[in-house]
């Protein structure tokens, strides 16, 4: 009887290491099917799934319903296991270096459990080449095995988009691959059990780490051009997102919009790829190109506020600002690399101190754990600006009028992503 039939039977289990929102889910559809034991070294988080919370606040408590799964964060538990799915975060450290700590300490944690004959899929986004030759080093030192003839090694990218229902994961094709023949149709066959799309065999697992990095260095670059766009067509005194919806009536347009661009995807994985082309004597001009624009959008808006300040012959020091949406992206209460923070620190080199900061996804004390900064609730009095820096759907609901009332005499609206371009404007008006 081969690992997949042994899955189906129930008679070893599936292990989930890393349960952020990229690891639950996948955790939770394998326990309508399989055994499974989800993983995660932070025991508040652990208990909050024991309850059927997510502690993402992505999926409600009918996800957690008819699984046959156990949470822990108890080490000897994964030793049930024989096919394991690492799922832990790959960020950047400050310099915009590949940080690999997380995903090493998950290695290291499979080793100390890994049996002869088990399979190890690592879901985190990385650089081609980094499971084999950074993860399995790694789990030989702790297990005392030998790769590929004790264990073997897969790759298979997640592909979940945090705040988007439609596209999840048994509805997205997904990219598998493995070590050898055996192990692909293994990973493959186990995928398959949840993900109704279906799986693309990718032909190594380097070409499956390519893949996954390229997804979201083409948008990077994509929106940067259209934030470099949104830069020159602001000094002609023209809208940004007006030429799009002109230009997107040709049936081959490519549809980016500006904004700012930050979260643990689209504003890091770049920086992987381009650190790994270094090693093979290989600037990435272009990549680093898309960064730069991507990542200096935040102090642009910031100026360009300050400027309109200025303009309206009011004292920059003493005006009154509201940042509005302080997330990586609308819908979601996920604040990693958020670029709105930029903003904030732009706004403060101008000597603006009275700033005021708001998200209804957001809890005050997450944020000021953080950041080192304060919230409040609801806008209060008042404001010479008020900055629109994430389109929430709650924002989206408020009538124009609302945004107007919350500004004083001479007051601007600072829309990023032109969500009420179209309305009819009696204070200054400003998007990207």
Avoid at 101 to 107: C, D, K, V, W
Avoid at 186 to 191: Q, S
Avoid at 416 to 432: C, E, M, N, P
Wanted: proline letters at 4%; hydrophobic letters at 40%.
């Amino acid at each position: 009887m081969n690992l997949y039939e042994k899955l189906l039977k129930k008679e070893t289990k599936l292990s989930v290491i890393g349960l952020g929102y990229v690891g639950l889910p996948i955790a939770l559809e394998f326990a309508k099917k399989i055994s499974v034991i989800g993983f995660d070294i932070k025991k508040e988080r652990v208990e909050m799934m024991k309850h059927g919370q997510d502690p993402s606040m992505e999926l409600d408590s009918s996800h957690f319903e008819n699984c046959d799964i156990l949470y822990t964060s108890n080490l000897a538990d994964l030793k049930q296991a024989s096919f394991h799915i690492v799922a832990v975060p790959t960020p950047i450290d400050r310099h915009n270096m590949p940080d690999l700590t997380p995903l090493i300490s998950a290695s290291e944690t499979v080793g100390k459990i890994i049996k002869p004959g088990d399979v190890v899929v690592f879901e985190s986004t990385v650089y081609p080449g980094c499971t084999e030759e950074d993860c399995v080093p790694v789990i030989e030192k702790f297990s005392g095995l030998k790769f590929p003839t004790d264990f073997k090694v897969g790759y298979s990218p997640e592909r979940i988009n945090p705040g988007d229902k439609e596209h999840s994961l048994s509805t997205v094709v997904k990219i598998v691959s493995g070590c050898d023949e055996e192990t692909l149709e293994t990973v493959a066959k186990v995928y398959e059990l949840v993900v109704k799309a279906g799986v693309h065999r990718a032909s190594s697992i380097k070409v499956a780490e390519a893949a996954k990095i390229i997804e979201n260095t083409q948008r990077d670059v994509n929106i940067a051009l259209m934030n470099e766009l949104s830069i020159i067509f602001n000094r002609m005194n023209i809208n940004t997102f007006e030429v799009l919806e002109a230009a997107s009536t040709k049936w081959n347009f490519l549809k980016f919009y500006p904004g700012l661009v930050g979260g643990h995807c689209i504003g890091v994985d770049p920086y992987y790829l381009a650190y790994k082309a270094k090693e093979y004597r290989y600037h990435a001009q272009v990549i680093n190109a898309g960064r730069y624009v991507n990542d200096t959008m935040g102090f642009y808006v910031a100026k360009q506020t300050v400027k309109k300040i200025i303009a309206a012959n009011k004292n920059v020091i003493s005006s009154r600002v509201l940042i509005m949406g302080v997330t990586f992206k609308e819908d979601v209460s996920d604040l990693r690399n958020s670029r709105v923070v930029d903003l904030i620190t732009e706004f403060k080199t101008y000597g603006i101190t009275k700033l005021d900061i708001t998200d209804p996804f957001v809890e005050a004390s997450e944020f000021k754990e953080e950041y080192g900064l304060d919230m409040i609730s609801q806008p209060n009095g008042k404001y010479d600006a008020v900055v629109i820096a994430v389109s929430h759907k709650p924002y989206r609901d408020f009538p124009y009028s609302y945004f107007e009332s919350l500004l004083n005499e001479n007051g601007i609206l600072v829309d990023v992503k032109g969500i009420f371009r179209k309305h009819k404007h009696t204070k200054t008006y400003w998007s990207l």
